[in-house]
């Protein structure tokens, strides 16, 4: 079992960063993939970008390719989000969420992962 804690999020002007932190324990030892996806209301969840935990590789949806950053600390077991000029359409709750099966490149399937966290808001006001 893993379990992911996101924190970090709130409310933003139009333009403005936040950076979300994903904190993961358990069986962390196994974690292959880690991604971030965001659900808006009235809309279906939807990825954002993956990054590959072992080697740091990363991938991006094209929507905010260039304005966030995925990273994360391995010591510490942590996912982060760096947001940056961030835009109205950027509000929803966003997710993290581990795949403990092997993979060599950034998963961007939701089904494809194994556990998720309970999602933090961000509201971004215009």
């Known amino acids: 079992q893993v379990q992911l804690v996101e924190s970090g999020g709130g409310l933003v002007q139009d333009g403005g960063s936040l950076r979300l932190s994903c904190a993961a324990s358990g069986r962390t030892f196994s974690t292959y993939n880690m991604g971030w996806f965001r659900q808006a209301p009235g809309k279906e969840r939807e990825f954002v970008g993956a990054i590959v935990w072992s080697v740091g590789s990363t991938y991006y949806v094209d929507s905010v390719r260039g304005r966030f950053t995925i990273s994360r600390d391995i010591a510490k077991n942590t996912l982060y989000l760096q947001m940056n000029s961030l835009k109205p359409e950027d509000t929803a709750v966003y997710y993290c969420?581990?795949?403990?099966?092997?993979?060599?490149?950034?998963?961007?399937?939701?089904?494809?992962?194994?556990?998720w966290g309970q999602g933090t808001q961000v509201t971004v006001s215009s």
């Open positions: 969420a581990s795949r403990q099966r092997p993979t060599v490149v950034p998963i961007s399937l939701a089904r494809e992962y194994d556990y």
